[in-house]
């Protein structure tokens, strides 16, 4: 590979972008590791000041975030407005209006051997952080989790995807207007320095991506006992009750299923539709895609491009092999190659393939047949636990035998990824699909340490029963202590 391939990448509008070098990276760290204690010194009013400079530069650069995600995804400005700049937005505010609050200390019961003393717990930060974001929602995902790091009194290096460069120039021009280096950096690199990242010794890593990478990023940080957060993946299913009309869901999933192209870590990625109803299902959701993207999907305004050539040809790989081990296309299938458009596409499934057993991650939805609630919970049990799942029912028992017999990151009833833009609930998977919680206070914590504080008013210390030396009336307060407490 060339020197200029090795330190630069070409965007899909034919810009070269310049990565940044491993040395810039480790000057950086070190001048935030120097600096850090400053900024874990600032007030509430401090960090919130920081916070609403950040709010008032993006409703500044709102066109270029729109032109710049248009450039790197093909997304439609009112869809960029949706799912990227207004959940930022709430975010950031949500987090200021309870800042205040998030950051005095929590006071601590004290059971009967504990008086004569006060304990609380300090939410303090964890110091110097690495935020890894993809290219999927590269401006939401990077601000969003840099907000809460930052508010949570934080320096952090946020290093943004490759595959998303003009997003990334942006984001570097919105954040230059608001701190110095030494306390937000934005550091843009290819996957050489990226791999060699997260063996710095931070203090906390916060990694958005692929459960592959995911379990390398983990390895490299486990060699300075850095602590990680994991916001990951997986096959996230869809199961319609068979007493639920099939009309009422068909809006919610082929939203959720479509938006940005299935380019979506929650995104449904495959459904599970009783057999008695499979033709209705399909015919339906046929309708409105067609509805919604035109006979010609790939012509589409709506329709979000495919980020790369690379990640088209994979999904591409996956429809191909699907069909050949005897599945269907029961809808779409359309490809536009020289665009990157991928238009939606419905498969039927019949028997096992490489689709059902890698998230998807783009515009093709395998459908699966069950004879009945037991039968999906055991198909779903079969596979890691998904970072969400969406049930549409509105029958109560079947529902807590779902939540009950399965296990997910996040559930989404009636509806798809609602839950996701709810900043009350918190975010993240269970095992394959993640480790650890992003969204409001749950972020909050995420980059903060629980800091246990306990003051003893006795003089001598509340601990004077355990002390030198061991006299008969310290055995008696043991016995008690044992047989009471």
């Known amino acids: 590979m060339s020197e200029v391939l090795q330190n630069s990448i070409s965007s899909r509008d034919g810009q070269t972008f310049v990565f940044d070098t491993f040395d810039k990276v480790k000057t950086v760290f070190e001048s935030q590791i120097a600096n850090r204690q400053n900024v874990k010194n600032r007030s509430a009013e ?24 248009f450039k790197d995804l093909k997304k439609h400005s009112i869809e960029a407005g949706y799912s990227e700049i207004f959940p930022t937005l709430s975010e950031i505010r949500n987090i200021s209006r309870n800042l205040r609050r998030w950051m005095r200390s929590n006071p601590v019961k004290n059971s009967l051997p504990f008086i004569g003393s006060k304990s609380k717990i300090l939410l303090e930060p964890k110091g110097n952080c690495l935020i890894i974001t993809p290219w999927n929602y590269p401006f939401y995902l990077s601000m969003t989790h840099l907000a809460v790091c930052i508010a949570s009194g934080n320096v952090a290096i946020l290093k943004t995807s490759e595959y998303s460069p003009n997003v990334s120039k942006v984001i570097k021009e919105i954040l230059s207007g608001v701190f110095e280096e030494d306390e937000v950096a934005v550091i843009f690199t290819g996957a050489e320095v990226s791999t060699e990242m997260p063996k710095l010794p931070f203090d906390h890593i916060h990694f958005t991506g692929s459960t592959n990478v995911g379990k390398q990023i983990m390895k490299n940080a486990s060699t300075n006992l850095t602590s990680v957060t994991l916001e990951l993946g997986g096959k996230s299913p869809v199961i319609i009750d068979e007493n639920y009309p099939i009309k009422d869901c068909i809006k919610q999933i082929g939203w959720g299923k479509f938006l940005n192209a299935g380019q979506t870590c929650i995104a449904p990625d495959y459904i599970l539709v009783h057999k008695d109803k499979k033709d209705e299902f399909v015919d339906k959701l046929s309708t409105y895609l067609k509805d919604s993207f035109g006979e010609k999907s790939t012509d589409s305004e709506f329709l979000t491009g495919i980020v790369n050539k690379s990640h088209f040809k994979r999904i591409e790989n996956l429809v191909q092999d699907a069909v050949s081990d005897g599945n269907q296309i029961v809808f779409g299938g359309k490809m536009d190659k020289s665009r990157l458009a991928f238009g939606p596409t419905l498969l039927m499934m019949n028997s096992s393939a490489a689709i059902m057993e890698e998230e998807i991650f783009g515009p093709v939805l395998p459908i699966v047949l069950y004879n009945d609630v037991e039968d999906a919970i055991k ?53 394959h699909s993640g480790i650890g919680k992003s969204h409001g206070y749950f972020g909050f914590k995420e980059f903060s340490n629980e800091r246990a504080v306990l003051k003893s008013y006795i003089k001598g210390g509340i601990t004077w029963p355990f002390q030198f030396p061991y006299t008969k009336l310290k055995k008696n307060i043991l016995e008690i202590l044992i047989k009471y407490f």
């Open 379 to 431: 198909f779903i049990n079969k596979k890691h636990k998904p970072l969400a799942m969406y049930l549409f029912s509105n029958d109560k028992k079947w529902l807590n035998e779902v939540l009950l017999n399965t296990s997910s990151g996040g559930v989404c009833i009636n509806d798809t990824m609602a839950h996701f833009v709810q900043t009350y609930l918190p975010m993240g998977g269970v095992n």
């Open 46 to 69: 401090e960090r919130k000041d920081k916070l609403n400079l950040l709010n008032n530069e993006i409703l500044k650069h709102r066109t270029e975030i729109e032109e710049a995600l």
